[in-house]
Nanobody, 125 residues
């Protein structure tokens, strides 16, 4: 059972990136799965979360990314995507995907059971 996150990189302000989170051994469309990020010197914070089957809600946790970041899910590929548009330097962080054995999203990182390895997003001119 594992999650693999990838798609990060170095981009300029205003650019876009799409992060992917692939699940292995855990169905990401059944359980709540989300993205967190952790900037240097800061705590890990929830960004967006897709609730599990039966609820299918997308939970937004950061006002600073509303209108710029969107979440989507491909059940056939067991993959969760984070589309990030109009990136800003303050979006620089390591982005993690995580899932929990339940259907309701949680804002606290401690509520998640499985974590991906993280992918670094650097926004700089």
């Amino acid at each position: 059972v594992q999650l693999q996150a990838f798609g990060g990189g170095l981009v300029q302000p205003g650019d876009s990136l799409r992060l992917s989170c692939e699940g292995s051994g855990v169905p990401l469309d059944i359980y709540a799965t989300g993205w967190f990020r952790q900037a240097p010197g800061k705590e890990r914070e929830a960004v967006l979360c897709y609730s599990g089957r039966g609820t299918d809600d997308i939970n937004h946790y950061l006002d600073s990314v509303k209108g710029r970041f969107t979440l989507s899910r491909d059940s056939a590929k067991n993959t969760l995507y984070l589309q990030m548009n109009n990136l800003k330097p303050e979006d620089t962080a390591v982005y993690y995907c995580a899932t929990l054995y339940g259907r309701r999203c949680r804002s606290a990182a401690s509520g998640y059971d499985i974590w991906g390895q993280g992918t670094l997003v650097t926004v700089s001119s």
